[in-house]
């Protein structure tokens, strides 16, 4: 696991203007095939959390996750672990609104045929609708953020919103938040819940 995670900082030094070489060493040393891209921190922790309740070792099998910061950088990191760089097989989850900005960067990529899973609005809002509001907002109580959660409610920009949409962006507010409750959202999933995005990504895998 240390060194995928130490390709990730490789990659992401890579992506910022540095060399390729320690990225490709490391990729040859792992033997990647696949590298999974992801628009941040949270969506990562998601991905590998119900890659361990499945019993999968994706490092082992191959496949990398990489956190993109940000979906902009698609096309950036698409050139660097795609067709033209390191020549791995690409795959990803991506948001509805942002799909034309990464069939832009696959395209110049030459990863067109690439496989990319959908999320209406955010990998958050998947898990949030599959748990059911209720749920969310019980994890939320047990992870000792039930005060802040009831003071973000009061907020008059929350007056109204639909409880979906304010748990989503209440997990948005803190830094950190979403990273960490990526991973206890796909945890409190039941076996059917899995949003099909995450689960299509995962079996392809």
Known sequence: ????????????????????????????RLGLRTAVLLEGLSDLAAVEALAVRRGRDLAAEGVCVVSMGGAMNVGRYAGLL?????GLHLTGLCDEREQPYYERGLKRAGARGSGFFVCAAD?????????????????????????AWQTFLRQP?????????QLRR??????????????LL?????????PAPLEDL????
Do not use: H, N
């Open 157 to 165: 920009a929350q007056d109204g919103r639909p409880r979906q949409q």
């Open 123 to 147: 990998l958050e809002d998947e898990l949030i609708r599959a748990l059911g509001t209720a749920t969310v907002e019980e994890i939320i109580r047990v992870e000792g953020d039930l005060r």
């Open 82 to 86: 795609g067709p033209p760089g390191l």
């Open 186 to 194: 796909v945890e409190a999933l039941a076996p059917g819940q899995v």
């Open 170 to 183: 209440f997990l948005g507010t803190k830094k950190g938040r979403k990273i960490r409750y990526g991973g």
């Open 202 to 205: 995962l079996t392809s895998l």
């Open 1 to 28: 696991m240390e060194d995928m995670w130490a390709f990730r900082d490789a990659v992401g030094c890579w992506a910022a203007g540095g060399p390729g070489g320690p990225a490709g060493g490391l990729a040859v």
